[in-house]
C-alpha cells in the first residue's frame, strides 16, 4: 500500500472512532425513560414531553402495528421515539424490554408504569369476576413487573425514578367502579411500599392520581353509557376534564431528578377532587 493511503486509512481509522465514542458517549450521558401503553393518550403525551425535554424515549404497546404511525408523529415534531413491543401481563416480556432498553441506552432513568385498563363498570354483585382478574393481571401484576425490573437495573446505578398511574379511583371509592378501584388502590400500596424499601438506594418512586382525563379509556364508558361527560366534569370543582398534558407534566415532574426529597407521593391531579 502507498504511504499515501496508508496515511489516509489511518486517519479515517482516528476519525471513525471518534465519532464512534463522541456518539456512545453522548448517548450514555442523557437520560433514558420507558413508557409503557404509550402510544395512547397519557402515555403518549407523556412520551412527548420527555421526547421534547432531551431522553431517549422507549414507549411499548402490544400491537407492532402502532409502530410506523407513532414514529412518524413523532418525526413532525421533530422528535425521536424508540418502540417495543410487551404484553404487561408476561413477567419474562417485561424483564426483557427493560434490559434490551439498558443494553442499547446503558441505564434507566425512569420508568413510568402507565398501561392501564377499565372494564365493566357496574354496581358490584353486577361485576363479571373475570373482569376484576384481568384488570388485576394488567393494572397491578403489569406494574408490579415494571417496578419490580425496573428497580434491578436501578440499584445498578444507584439512582432512578419510577412513576404509576393510579387514579382518584385510587383513592376513593366511585359508584359502579369498585374493580378499577381496587387495582388503583393496590398500585398506591405498591408506590408507598417500595418508595420506603428504596428510599436509601437513590430510587424514587412515586404515582399520579388522575381525575376524569379525556382518553380513550374514559371515552369507552362515556360510549358505553356509563357516564356523560357533564356529569362527570360536574364531580371535579374546577368542572371540566383534565388534559393528558396536565398529567404528562405531573409525571415529569415527579420524575425530574430536581424533585430528589419526593418517594412515596401520590399528586393529585384532579381539578381539586381530592380537596372536598
Ligand atoms: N383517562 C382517565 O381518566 C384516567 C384517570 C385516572 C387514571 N388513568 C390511568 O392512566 C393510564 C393511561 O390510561 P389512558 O387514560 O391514557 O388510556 P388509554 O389511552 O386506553 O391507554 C392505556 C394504554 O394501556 C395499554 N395497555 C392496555 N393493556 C395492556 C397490556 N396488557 N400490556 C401492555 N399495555 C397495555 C394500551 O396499549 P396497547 O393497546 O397499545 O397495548 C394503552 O395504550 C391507565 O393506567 C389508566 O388507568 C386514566
Redesign the pocket.
Known sequence: MAKADAAKQEWDIKVFITFYKFSVTEEMKSKTVII??????????TAIKFAENGYNVVV????SR?ETALKNEFKAKGLEVDFKV?????EEQVQAVIQETVAKYGKLDVMV??????LGNAVLAETESDDLKQML???VM??YYGMKYAIKEMLKTNGGAIVN??????LNGLYATAQ?CA??HA?VGLTKGAAIDYAQQGIRINA???????????Q?AIDAGTYDVSGIEAIHPMNR??K?ED?ANGIFFLASAENEFITGTILNIDGGYNAR
Open positions: 409503557t401503553g404509550g402510544t395512547t393518550g397519557i402515555g403518549k403525551a411499548t404497546s402490544r400491537d402502532k410487551l404484553d404487561v401481563r408476561d408504569n402507565n398501561s392501564g385498563i377499565s393481571d394488567t393494572n403489569g406494574v398511574l393510579a387514579s382518584i379511583a385510587g378499577y387495582t388503583k398500585v399520579v392520581a388522575p381525575g376524569a382525563i379525556k382518553t380513550d379509556i374514559l369507552n376534564l383534565g393528558v398529567i
